[in-house]
Every structure is written in C-alpha cells, then in structure tokens.
C-alpha cells in the first residue's frame, strides 16, 4: 500500500491535462465519484469537474452511449415489437454484466432496478412492513439517513451503537428482546460520513449462527458508499447479505440508477409486499372481483414497478465499457485511491499552527487505519481549529474552498449516528440546536462551543497525487497560522488578575422558575448565554385554571421542589423534599432536557398557554405527559402544569426583556470621565434590550458574601435569624479573596461596580435588585420569616424601595475567534474583578 501505482496516477493526470487544459485548477472532493456532476457541467459547458470521474471520462461514455442511441431503435418493453424484444434483451444482458461485476452467480442472485441507493431500500422495507407480524429492525450507528428512516416502519427497533456491541449480539451474547419472529439487520460496508469500512463477514455469521426457530433475521448491506472505490465479492452466495443496495452513478457517475442485489435463497420475504404496479403483476380484476396474480417468473419481474429506465439500462452497459477501459479494474482504483487518501490523511493530520496546535480534527475510528482498504475508505472527515483551538466555521471553508475552486462536501453529511457519536452531541444538544435554527446545511454551524458539521473530502478514481498536494496547500494558505494573532480583546484573552480581590463562591441556577436552585458543582465550567447562566429559569409552573406562572411568594412550597440538571442522561430530575405527598406520589419525575415539540400538549405538541410571568404575557409550552402533571399538583396542592420557554420551535427566541436599570443610589455625583460609561444608564426603555427567559427582571443576579455578611451581623445584633444566601436567589454569589480580614470587608462595593470580569468573561451590571417579603421563605423549610426583610427595609431603603443584589448580563464579543468568545463560559473559583464608575473602559469595549 506504500507505493503509489505511477502508471495509473500519470495516466489520469495526461488524461486530464492533453484533453481538459481548461478546466485545470479545479479539484473536486465530493462524496463519493460523483461523476454525475461532471457529466452535466460537460453539456452545461460549465467549467467544474469532478475528480472521481471527469471530464474525459464523461465525453466518452457519453459518445459511446449516442453512437449506441443512434444506431439502435429501443421500444418500451414488454411487447412483442422488434424494438422492444431489443429493449428487453440490452435490459437482461446489462443485469447479467452487472451481476458479473461483483462475481454474483445469476443462479444465487437476482438485480432490481431502483432509481437509487433509497428506493432499493424502500423496496425491502415495504415487503417487511407488509408482513403480518411486523418486524424486528436493528440498524448499526454509522448508518445513512436512508437505512435509518426504516425504522419508522418496525414494530420494534435498536440501534447498535457499536460494532462490539452487534458482535455480541451474533455471538448471542447480548439478546435483544424484539429480534424474534422476522427482522432485518441494516448497516453500511462504509461509512458515508468518514469512510470507516465495517467487517463485510456479519451476515454471513449471522446465517449461521441463527439456530433459533422464532427469529429469522435477515441482512441489508448498504454497499453505495462502498462500491464507489472498492470491488464488491459476492461470489460466497453462503457468506452474501440477503439484500444489497448501492448507487451506481456512485461507480460510473452516469447513468442515475440505483439497485438492489437479493439473494435468491432469502428471495421469498421479500414476496409479502403487498403493492403491485404495472409491470409487476400478470392479471388484475378490478370490477366485480378484486384479485390480481402477481408476476412470478423471477424476483426482478415482482419488485420492478412500472417501466424500467431502459435507457439509463443501456447507458450501463456503455458506462461499464468505459469505466473499464479507462480505469481498469475497480481493484486498481481501490488501491490507487487508499493510497492518495493515507497520504492526504497524513498531510492533514501534521498540519501543525505556529503553538504547535493541531490544526485538523480528524474524524477516524480508533480501529481504522488509512491504507488499510479493510477497515478504511478514501474519505477523510474533519474539522478545522485555530491556533487558539477555537472552531472554524464550516461555512468559511466552503466560501474559500469555492473561490478556489475545490468542491467539497461539509454539514451533517446524512449520518446522524456517526457525527453524533464524532462531534460527541447528546440528543437533547442535536434537539437544542435544531431549536436554535440549526438544519443540515445552514450558516450556524458552531453552537455552544460545537461544531454541528464537519468538511468531507473524498477521493475516487479521477483523483490524482497533484489534488493532494493543491488541497494540503489550500488548508496551508488558509487555515494555518504560522504567527500568533494579534489579540482582539487583550483584557478578556487573560484570567483576571490573579491578586483580584473577588472570587465567585457559588454559582447557581434555578432550572424552574420560583422552585429550588440547584448549585453548579465547583470546576465544572458552565456555559453563559445572553439570556443568563445555561438553563436557568427555563421552565416554570403555571395554574391550570389561570395560566399564570406560580410563584413562591404566594406558594412558598416551591421553595421544597428541587431541580438537578442531569448533562449525562439528557434529564432534569425534580424532587420534592416536603414529603407525606397525597396518593402516594413518586417523590420524584425526570423531564427531558430536549425540546422535543412530542412532549408538548396541543396540536404540534404545543399549547401556547398563554402564561402570564410577571405580568408579562408569554407563549409557554405545556407538558402533557400526566405524570409530570401529577407530580407537580400533588406537590404544591394545586393545579398546575409543567411549561417551558420560550416557545420552542414557533418563534424560538425570548420576546421577554430586561427591565433592570441603575437606580439613584448606585450613582455618584462625581462627574462622569468622558468616554467612560455611557451617560444614560443602559437598559432603560427604548435603549438597549436585553433578552431574559423567565428570570423577573434581567439574564444574571450577582449578590456579595461581603454584603450578605454585614447584613446579618445587623440582624443577629437585633436577635433575629440569620438569612441564608439562597433566599436571594442570586445566580453568582461572589466573595472577597481569603486575606481579607473581617471588618476589612466591602460590603455594598458591588453597588459602584459598571463592568465585572469573570475569568475570561464580561458581564455589565444593569442596576440593584428590588427586593419583597419572598426573601423570607426559609428555603429548607418553606417557612416564612420576618427576616432578613426587616433589616433591610431599615439599611437598605432608598427612594422607598428596598434593595439588594446587582442585575447584570453577560457582554458577547464580536469577535468569536477563540474558544473563550465561541463558548463562554465561568466557574465557581474564577476571579472577578470590578470596574467601578471611575475605572477605565475593559479594554476593547466601546461606549
Ligand atoms: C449515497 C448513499 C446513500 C444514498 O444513496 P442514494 O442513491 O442517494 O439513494 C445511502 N447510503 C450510503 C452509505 C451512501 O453513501
């Protein structure tokens, strides 16, 4: 494999350059030989041409197949005319050809035309899904959006999530309940997102191993990806899948047909499809009888609905000429492009930026090695950091890549297991993003500091050392920094300083809007959004009767309904700590942390109760699954729903806005430095908004251990209870480093403060936090106190109103060039620093 076949390579690169001098410079790495491509730009004159197949590969097959036109007169087929017993007999002599090509015995296997890879795939699910019982469906992770969408037709299903995973179920050592009675085992030979070859030997071990009586389990091999560089062997009739299905424009790039190889032996199930078609059938009744005799001579004749494409038929048997000829044995491309693509893997995997950051993820399985033409295709799966290891957007590649004329594939790529299993998303993320705008092929492409494509490259017979080179020097010119950036934003490209004298202590998020917050653990860095910390004050409890979104001034036992957001299990856990529930309730429900619109009440799983959040009115989504609805009522006694917000997937964005902003007393007489602060306090009506979800007045609240320790000296001074930080049910609590000694304390500094920098992060402060009588509901009891209202009604009270605790929401930097702007994020320990009214601007930020 570590020789490039010179003969071969040279042939191709004369080839294209003595009869293609025009369209030099153009590379194409498109999934797959996507001959199909060149051959249309080659009548549209467009210049593009595609490197599996090309140009001169294009003009020939196409001149073979109009000599073949013009001299022979096709007729439909299936009539006794000259020109149709031709149709007929090219039809059966290009199956013959094909079966040959994959060394099928025509006495073991049997072609159905389809118009591509899917439709053959339909074709066998409909004669399962026909079947009386239904079916056992189980489909390996890697497999193509086509090979999935099966499943919506079986009565049971299982994703195999592994390779391991299915050896365990042939060996029998892992059982899958549903497998009895009829099944169908589904996976690729190669994996269309990055070209992974999976063990071609499964369905011949599960023929023999599958002793049991009640289970017939039969193979679907999807070889479309597989086939378009590599020979197929299915001269093991024994060893063969029962059902194969590839694309052959995927191999000759032209014609657009697809097939479906049985095995004649496993032939009869697929009989059960109950739907017939012209073509397909002998005789109908329709009248006074309803009855039919389907076709019966061979399997072709049941499953081939309609007329055939029997000029894309006979195109075939030019295609395989030229192919031939050109190219020579599929054997030959297989190697030639194992070769280009261990080259190209090894290029992109070097690639190396000024810090010695890799500058390509690649996608690969730990068990594949390029080369290697078992266990890997010519297909190389990536993405591109920066040198600060920030993701470059999918959308920017493919911009440069087109201005260079190289035409490659990025996006999801029609895999949903594999890119899943590679970008590491859970489903409730695949769910989030697709909530927040994501769809296969659209610009937002990094979500959360993700990526949610990736770029393919693919190389097939056309392919050439030279195409190796130009792209490596593509990726060279483009995404390699061989000097470090200029910083944008030098202030945030820093922690703050390390001597500051603040630290967050804690740092909390209250999932359901008025219950009990649920801590973040210490060093598990979390995400801020514009709306505030990363679920925070999603979901909230609305009356059944009213609408309106409970509060704990009025239900202080809300304070005993605990939230703890589950990442790994993609759930929000919910427990009630009160107790002696009525009818024995579960003292515990798990809510999905997807949005996923089939939890939802209502028609499109929505009902846009039309809640009413501090008199605000919202469109929330209602749950309707009765056990969560259960859970809540019996809980808090009274009727109330379960609701989350916004309204996903209507307008997907918050339509509520902050309402904080600087009060009297925070500001000082001093006289404003120009270019400072902004004169106006920011956030009043009619200036900037500022986005929240269900928080009452604005994304963050930040409270001060130093203030919270002054205000219970003075109550415990005056006998009363000292309060607990958590019924202010701030967001970040911030401290003073540990050298602060008491009575060295600041308390109330926060009041000043304009901007506050966390770790990397900016935050504004948008004014103090008014505060009510809900701050005396003990939040381990659901007992409500005189204190600490009292006490702060007396130091705290300014204009009338009583005030503690500092609004603010996070700043975004335009620019999102590095992985602390992509996905922002703080964590308890990070150092704070203030920058009060008479500090300078943080760096970077302009009024
Ligand atoms: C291309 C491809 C398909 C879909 O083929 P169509 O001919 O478009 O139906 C299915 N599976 C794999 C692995 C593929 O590469």
Redesign the pocket.
């Known amino acids: 494999m570590d020789t490039m076949d010179l003969d071969y390579n040279t042939r191709i690169e004369q080839l294209r350059e003595r009869e293609y001098p025009q369209l030099e410079g153009n590379l194409v790495f498109s ?2 030989p996507l001959i199909m491509s060149a051959y249309i730009s080659f009548l549209s004159d467009t210049v593009y041409l595609d490197h599996a197949g090309t140009t001169p590969y294009a003009k020939s097959l196409i001149e073979r197949f109009s000599a073949d036109m013009i001299s022979n007169l096709y007729g439909n087929p299936h009539s006794a005319s000259s020109a149709s017993q031709l149709s007929t007999r090219r039809t059966e002599d290009v199956r013959l050809r094909l079966l040959g090509l994959f060394n099928a015995d025509p006495d073991d296997f049997d072609i159905v035309f389809a118009a ?4 053959g795939i339909k074709l066998v699910m409909e004669a399962f899904r026909d079947h009386g019982g239904g079916f056992w469906y189980g489909y390996h992770r890697d497999s ?1 959006t ?2 999935v969408g099966v499943r919506e037709a079986a009565a049971r299903h299982r994703c195999f999530t592994s390779d391991a995973e299915v050896e365990g179920w042939l060996s029998g050592s892992i059982i899958d309940e549903g497998s009895s009675g009829l099944g169908l085992f589904a996976y ?1 030979a ?3 997102m990055n070209g992974r070859r999976l063990p071609l030997d499964w369905a011949g071990r599960l023929r023999c191993s599958a002793p049991k009586t009640d289970q017939a389990v039969y193979t679907l091999l ?1 070889a ?2 597989y086939v378009s560089s590599s020979p197929l062997d299915l001269s093991n009739a024994a060893l063969a899948p029962d059902f194969t299905v590839m ?1 052959l ?2 191999i000759f790039g032209f014609p657009d047909l ?1 097939v479906l190889i049985v095995r004649k032996g496993s032939g009869h199930v697929l009989k059960t499809r109950k739907y017939f078609g012209g073509g397909t059938v002998d005789m109908v009744l329709c009248m006074k009888e309803q009855w039919h005799a389907k076709k019966s001579e061979s399997l072709h004749d049941q499953l081939e609905d309609g007329t055939l494409p029997i000029h894309s038929i006979i195109a075939l048997d030019s295609a395989m000429n030229v192919h031939q000829e050109i190219f020579g044995a599929l054997e030959r491309i297989s190697r030639h492009t194992a070769f280009l693509a261990r080259n190209l893997y090894h290029g992109l995997r070097d690639l190396r930026h000024w810090n010695n950051v890799a500058v390509c993820e690649i996608y690969k399985d730990a068990e594949s090695e390029y080369g290697d033409t078992r266990s890997q295709g010519p297909v190389v799966a990536f993405n591109i950091r920066n040198s600060q290891k920030a993701w470059v957007s999918n959308t920017e590649v493919e911009k440069l890549a087109a201005i260079k004329n190289i035409q490659l594939r990025t996006g999801g790529l ?1 895999n949903p297991g594999g890119i899943a299993s590679s970008l590491g998303l859970a489903p409730w993320e695949m769910k989030e993003n697709f909530s927040a705008g994501q769809r296969c092929g659209n610009e937002n492409d990094i979500l959360g500091g993700k990526p949610t494509g990736m770029i393919r490259v693919s190389l097939g017979a056309m392919s050439s050392v030279r195409d190796i080179d130009a792209f490596l020097d593509f990726m060279n010119e483009f995404f390699v920094d061989n000097v470090a950036p200029v910083p944008a934003a030098p202030l945030l490209g820093t922690e703050a300083s390390a001597q500051s004298q603040y630290h967050v202590e804690s740092l909390t998020v209250y999932p359901i809007k008025s219950c009990a917050g649920w801590k973040v653990p210490p060093d598990m860095p979390w995400e801020v959004r514009k709306e505030g910390l990363a679920w925070d004050r999603e979901w909230c409890l609305v009356h059944q009767g009213t609408g309106t979104a409970l509060s704990q001034k009025r239900y202080p036992r809300m304070a005993l309904i605990r939230p703890i957001i589950d990442l790994e299990t993609g759930l929000l856990r919910v427990r009630y700590v009160g107790g002696g529930t009525t009818r024995g309730g579960s003292p515990e429900v798990a809510v999905p942390l997807s949005a996923d619109p089939n939890y939802f009440a209502g028609p499109d799983g929505f009902r846009t109760s039309p809640a009413n959040v501090c008199g605000d009115k919202v469109t929330a989504r209602v749950y309707k699954m009765q056990e969560i609805i259960t859970f809540f009522t019996e809980a808090l006694g009274i009727p109330c729903q379960l609701a989350r917000f916004p309204a996903v997937g209507s307008h997907g964005v918050s339509s509520r806005h902050a309402k904080a902003h600087l009060q009297q007393h925070q500001l000082r007489t001093a006289p404003q430095i120009p270019g400072a602060f902004p004169a106006a306090p920011p956030g009043e009506q009619g200036t900037i908004q500022r986005p929240i979800l269900l928080s009452n007045e604005s994304p963050i609240l930040t409270i001060s251990r130093s203030s919270l320790n002054r205000l219970n000296e003075q109550i415990k001074a005056n006998g009363g209870k000292a309060a607990q930080a958590e019924v202010f049910r701030a967001n970040i609590v911030v401290a003073e480093a540990l050298q602060a000694q008491p009575g060295t304390e600041q308390p109330y500094a926060e009041d000043h403060w304009r901007y506050m920098q966390i770790g990397r992060q900016l935050f504004q402060m948008l004014g103090s936090c008014r505060r009510c009588q809900m701050v005396c509901v003990d939040q381990n009891t659901a007992v409500k106190n005189e204190e600490p209202f009292v006490t702060l009604a007396k130091t705290r009270r300014f204009d009338g109103k009583v005030w503690f605790g500092q609004h603010g929401c996070h700043v975004q930097m335009q620019d999102r060039s590095s992985p602390h702007t992509q996905n922002p994020t703080i964590k308890v320990g990070d150092s704070v620093r203030a920058f009060g009214e008479d500090d300078d601007l943080p760096h970077g930020l302009v009024s």
Do not use: F, I, R
């Open positions: 999934y797959a591509n890879a899917t439709a193509h086509s090979l690729p190669q994996s269309n999807d479309a990806a694309s424009y995927k697809g029609c």
